[in-house]
């Protein structure tokens, strides 16, 4: 399926027209080292701040990115660029395992566990350099690394707030491998802390976030 407006083939460069592009801004760049803050410290807002950039890679095969799609590393837009790849070519790094409707409320995009790079996908119009950083959101990818480690894994230290994470004292996510005496296991994330489970040693409230599903960490012993 096309989106009204794309097309599934790479409009060629130097063409009088606006030419409509798919421009992949990376909001959340776990796998590769780059992140955004998403409001607190318990969301993977901890890690370094990622600089927006764009690139001109099409979506999916149809000209939208589907869920099974592949992408990686735009080398024509670096370094934080991204574009559209069949999965068996050597430029893939990921995959797309869900798509979301674009939000400027980053805490409302909520990936699924297994999830280690989040990529804004928006549509700009026009061609050079002032494409990069600019567009209208249309979509999220939620991408899971096709090889390497995997930092968005539940207990791995990356990737969104999922239950299985680990936290500490302040709910800054931490690897569950190197837990101490005062970290907490998540056990639920939920609205209100009548909410959290039976186990639930820790309730924590969290500053209110605009977008976010959720208000307290519940957390338990590791």
């Not at 097309?7 to 776990?30: D, E, F, K, M, N």
């Not at 410290?41 to 589907?66: H, M, Q, V």
């Not at 990936?111 to 494409?131: E, H, M, N, Y």
């Not at 600019?134 to 999922?162: E, F, S």
Request: hydrophobic share 30%; proline share 6%.
């Amino acid at each position: 399926m096309s989106r009204p407006g794309s097309t599934p083939t790479r409009p060629r460069r130097g063409a009088g027209c606006l030419q409509s592009l798919l421009v992949l801004a990376v909001i959340l760049g776990l796998g590769y080292g780059a992140s955004k803050i998403f409001g607190d410290e318990s969301s993977k807002s901890t890690s370094k701040s990622s600089s927006s950039s764009s690139s001109d890679g099409k979506g999916g095969k149809g000209g939208s990115w589907e869920i099974g799609d592949c992408g990686g590393p735009d080398p024509e837009n670096k370094p934080d660029g991204y574009r559209a790849f069949d999965c068996d070519e050597s430029g893939a790094t990921f995959k797309a395992l869900k798509i979301e409707d674009a939000s400027f409320l980053p805490n409302a995009i909520q990936c699924p566990a297994g999830t280690d790079l989040i990529i804004q996908v928006s549509r700009v119009f026009g061609s050079g350099d002032g494409k990069k950083g600019g567009g209208i959101p249309t979509n999220t990818v939620c991408g899971r690394n096709l090889t390497g480690d995997h930092p968005g894994d539940a207990g791995a230290g990356g990737g969104q707030l999922v239950e299985g994470d680990c936290i500490s004292a302040t709910a800054k996510e931490i690897a569950c491998a190197s837990v101490g005496a005062n970290d907490f296991k998540v056990l639920g994330l939920v609205k209100e802390k009548t909410e959290c489970p039976a186990a639930t040693t820790e309730p924590m409230q969290l500053m209110m976030a605009m977008g976010r599903p959720y208000d307290v960490i519940c957390g338990g012993k590791v």
